[in-house]
């Protein structure tokens, strides 16, 4: 492939370029004390080193022999390996090291043709600069290291203490190793400039801490500002860097990773079409579709490194293009932080006509769905004053979706993608479209609905039903679903079929359709509620009779009590029930989907 080499390389990676850099606004070092003892054990405990990987690298200039290389993939990795031959270092004998100093300087450090200063070959990024320049130096302040035990401080200390145990002739070995190329550990994948690395990132397995797509994003973003600034200063270097530092500051660092529950919420993970992508992926999706320079028609997810890529390099020219861009990617991000919130088993949710944005996330995360995250993204911020409106055109989104869903249209299902591009570019065509689906309701699927979209509805109908009550109007939603008339009814409720049932018409069945006609009913909505806890499958399976009584000690919601248990213990004729049948099933499928209307299809 043009472009792009594969070898696989001995440690000598570092001897044969002037400079590794790692981005300047790259992630920061994570690995943890299992991630040093794995690296530690591969060299001092195993006969042989494993191989530890693919390691990912830029140019930094269009061709080769330019001496500098990008660090895509492989930071952590290349940072913690060059700790340990540090670490290695300083605990061997004053003969040793002056043997070595040669070969070390050689590995570890360069230093430009006409000055005498080394400098460390592996440049580190802004957050871990300092500290790996402490610890990748010959003379080393001991008040740096005092009780340091996370990050690269605390790597170098874990590693001086385990080698502390190791004899000074397996540790000279271990070096000399390192120092003269004899591992062969990795496969070194060097990109030309112009190539997309999350491409090639994607189709790699690595080891380490996976790089995101927002991680390259973030790069091809202040890559572009550091170009523009250095043509802005182009003989003022520290000028530049304080222009660009505070750019970054006030519109990533302040937004993304300002404080540790921050940085977690961006991190979190969603699933986008059965891939799991960080928050902040998704985010820079959404962006990227209601900016319109990612098309839903002609992407998908997959393609977002390339399309920020392009997009940067054709569109952000100059630094006022920049400031606009920043700014809007802050201002929009904020909002998309402010409304879509981490669902957790904690999270309480309530029934409330003027809050149907939670209602409608709760929707698409049982469903797997962030189709129309662009779309909701785009309401809350066009509208982002105007709470009655919002609630409106969500609330038109949230209907389209369920009658879609409740009609098991798959024609429109499968469309999504297209549609959510047609309703942010067209803003009458929602309206339009709910206008449509509601002229013919079939509500099929509550005929034979999925586990997840039977809890969903039956949670908020019973959300629904306390709005008028003095019961808790916050639940969490973490209630069991359980079939009143169990999937393997035929154990303990085949007694009644007898020479056949009758349907609710009246007509008589035979057995076989009697069967038949059970098995249609079991997976109704009318057959189906939520419990506390869950029963075990001996009881589930029991007659109504045996099952009502622990049904009762773990009925807490409306939809269980006033509906099944409250009935069967009734001393009224006319609301007491003694079983439980196809007949109690429809007329309760009928019930709940007048209350679907009313809670949900205003």
């Given at each position: 492939?043009?472009?792009?080499?594969?070898?696989?390389?001995?440690?000598?990676?570092?001897?044969?370029?002037?400079?590794?850099?790692?981005?300047?606004?790259?992630?920061?070092?994570?690995?943890?004390?299992?991630?040093?003892?794995?690296?530690?054990?591969?060299?001092?405990?195993?006969?042989?080193?494993?191989?530890?990987?693919?390691?990912?690298?830029?140019?930094?200039?269009?061709?080769?022999?330019?001496?500098?290389?990008?660090?895509?993939?492989?930071?952590?990795?290349?940072?913690?390996?060059?700790?340990?031959?540090?670490?290695?270092?300083?605990?061997?004998?004053?003969?040793?090291?002056?043997?070595?100093?040669?070969?070390?300087?050689?590995?570890?450090?360069?230093?430009?043709?006409?000055h005498s200063e080394y400098t460390p070959k592996l440049e580190h990024s802004k957050f871990d600069k300092s500290d790996y320049e402490k610890v990748i130096c010959f003379e080393k302040n001991k008040e740096d290291f005092a009780g340091k035990e996370e990050g690269i401080l605390g790597c170098y200390n874990h590693f001086i203490k385990r080698l502390s145990d190791i004899s000074d002739k397996k540790k000279e070995k271990v070096l000399d190793d390192f120092l003269n190329g004899n591992y062969l550990i990795w496969v070194i994948i060097t990109l030309d400039k112009e190539m997309d690395e999350?491409?090639?990132?994607?189709?790699?397995?690595?080891?380490?801490?996976?790089?995101?797509?927002?991680?390259?994003?973030?790069?091809?973003?202040?890559?572009?500002?550091?170009?523009?600034?250095?043509?802005?200063?182009?003989?003022?270097?520290?000028?530049?860097?304080?222009?660009?530092?505070?750019?970054?500051?006030?519109?990533?660092?302040?937004?993304?990773?300002?404080?540790?529950?921050?940085?977690?919420?961006?991190?979190?993970?969603?699933?986008?079409?059965?891939?799991?992508?960080?928050?902040?992926?998704?985010?820079?999706?959404?962006?990227?579709?209601?900016?319109?320079?990612?098309?839903?028609?002609?992407?998908?997810?997959?393609?977002?490194?390339?399309?920020?890529?392009?997009?940067?390099?054709?569109?952000?020219?100059?630094?006022?293009?920049?400031?606009?861009?920043?700014?809007?990617?802050?201002?929009?991000?904020?909002?998309?932080?402010?409304?879509?919130?981490?669902?957790?088993?904690?999270?309480?949710?309530?029934?409330?006509?003027?809050?149907?944005?939670?209602?409608?996330?709760?929707?698409?995360?049982?469903?797997?769905?962030?189709?129309?995250?662009?779309?909701?993204?785009?309401?809350?911020?066009?509208?982002?004053?105007?709470?009655?409106?919002?609630?409106?055109?969500?609330?038109?989104?949230?209907?389209?979706?369920?009658?879609?869903?409740?009609?098991?249209?798959?024609?429109?299902?499968?469309?999504?993608?297209?549609?959510?591009?047609?309703?942010?570019?067209?803003?009458?065509?929602?309206?339009?479209?709910?206008?449509?689906?509601?002229?013919?309701?079939?509500?099929?699927?509550?005929?034979?609905?999925?586990?997840?979209?039977?809890?969903?509805?039956?949670?908020?109908?019973?959300?629904?039903?306390?709005?008028?009550?003095?019961?808790?109007?916050?639940?969490?939603?973490?209630?069991?679903?359980?079939?009143?008339?169990?999937?393997?009814?035929?154990?303990?409720?085949?007694?009644?079929?007898?020479?056949?049932?009758?349907?609710?018409?009246?007509?008589?069945?035979?057995?076989?359709?009697?069967?038949?006609?059970?098995?249609?009913?079991?997976?109704?909505?009318?057959?189906?509620?939520?419990?506390?806890?869950?029963?075990?499958?001996?009881?589930?399976?029991?007659?109504?009779?045996?099952?009502?009584?622990?049904?009762?000690?773990?009925?807490?919601?409306?939809?269980?009590?006033?509906?099944?248990?409250?009935?069967?213990?009734?001393?009224?004729?006319?609301?007491?029930?003694?079983?439980?049948?196809?007949?109690?099933?429809?007329?309760?499928?009928?019930?709940?989907?007048?209350?679907?209307?009313?809670?949900?299809?205003?």
């Amino acid at each position: 492939m043009a472009g792009f080499t594969a070898k696989e390389e001995r440690f000598t990676i570092f001897n044969s370029e002037k400079k590794l850099k790692i981005p300047f606004f790259q992630r920061k070092y994570v690995w943890k004390e299992e991630n040093w003892d794995e690296l530690f054990d591969n060299f001092f405990v195993k006969e042989e080193p494993s191989f530890l990987g693919s390691i990912l690298v830029q140019r930094n200039v269009i061709g080769a022999g330019s001496g500098v290389l990008d660090v895509i993939d492989g930071q952590q990795r290349l940072t913690t390996i060059s700790i340990l031959i540090m670490a290695i270092y300083d605990s061997i004998n004053s003969e040793t090291k002056k043997n070595a100093k040669a070969e070390m300087l050689n590995a570890l450090f360069s230093k430009a043709t006409f000055h005498s200063e080394y400098t460390p070959k592996l440049e580190h990024s802004k957050f871990d600069k300092s500290d790996y320049e402490k610890v990748i130096c010959f003379e080393k302040n001991k008040e740096d290291f005092a009780g340091k035990e996370e990050g690269i401080l605390g790597c170098y200390n874990h590693f001086i203490k385990r080698l502390s145990d190791i004899s000074d002739k397996k540790k000279e070995k271990v070096l000399d190793d390192f120092l003269n190329g004899n591992y062969l550990i990795w496969v070194i994948i060097t990109l030309d400039k112009e190539m997309d690395e999350q491409s090639i990132f994607d189709t790699l397995n690595n080891s380490g801490v996976s790089l995101t797509a927002s991680d390259t994003i973030k790069n091809f973003i202040f890559k572009k500002v550091d170009e523009i600034y250095d043509e802005k200063y182009p003989s003022d270097s520290v000028t530049s860097f304080q222009a660009m530092n505070k750019l970054y500051e006030d519109n990533w660092e302040q937004v993304f990773i300002k404080d540790d529950d921050t940085e977690s919420y961006w991190n979190s993970e969603v699933i986008t079409g059965r891939i799991k992508r960080t928050k902040l992926d998704l985010f820079l999706y959404c962006f990227g579709v209601i900016k319109g320079f990612f098309s839903q028609y002609d992407n998908n997810i997959s393609d977002l490194t390339k399309v920020y890529k392009n997009y940067l390099a054709n569109e952000i020219t100059t630094i006022e293009k920049v400031n606009d861009f920043l700014a809007d990617l802050k201002k929009t991000a904020i909002i998309f932080k402010d409304n879509f919130e981490n669902d957790s088993k904690e999270t309480l949710y309530n029934y409330d006509k003027d809050n149907v944005l939670h209602r409608l996330l709760h929707l698409l995360k049982v469903n797997d769905v962030t189709t129309f995250h662009p779309l909701i993204l785009k309401v809350l911020y066009d509208h982002e004053n105007n709470i009655d409106l919002i609630n409106k055109k969500l609330h038109l989104l949230e209907k389209y979706l369920l009658i879609n869903y409740l009609n098991e249209d798959t024609s429109k299902i499968k469309n999504y993608n297209k549609m959510c591009m047609t309703m942010i570019n067209d803003d009458a065509k929602l309206a339009e479209e709910v206008q449509e689906v509601s002229s013919d309701i079939k509500f099929t699927l509550l005929n034979h609905i999925s586990n997840s979209f039977a809890t969903y509805f039956l949670f908020w109908v019973e959300l629904f039903r306390r709005t008028d009550s003095d019961d808790e109007s916050s639940l969490k939603y973490v209630y069991s679903l359980e079939h009143i008339m169990p999937k393997k009814w035929k154990e303990n409720w085949f007694d009644d079929i007898g020479n056949g049932l009758k349907d609710v018409n009246g007509t008589q069945l035979d057995v076989p359709q009697s069967i038949e006609y059970r098995d249609n009913h079991i997976n109704m909505l009318g057959n189906m509620t939520l419990l506390k806890g869950k029963l075990n499958s001996s009881i589930s399976n029991k007659n109504f009779a045996t099952k009502i009584i622990k049904i009762k000690e773990y009925a807490s919601l409306k939809i269980t009590k006033n509906d099944i248990v409250d009935r069967y213990y009734s001393k009224d004729k006319e609301e007491k029930i003694n079983a439980w049948n196809e007949k109690l099933i429809e007329e309760r499928n009928k019930k709940l989907r007048e209350e679907i209307i009313k809670a949900l299809l205003y």
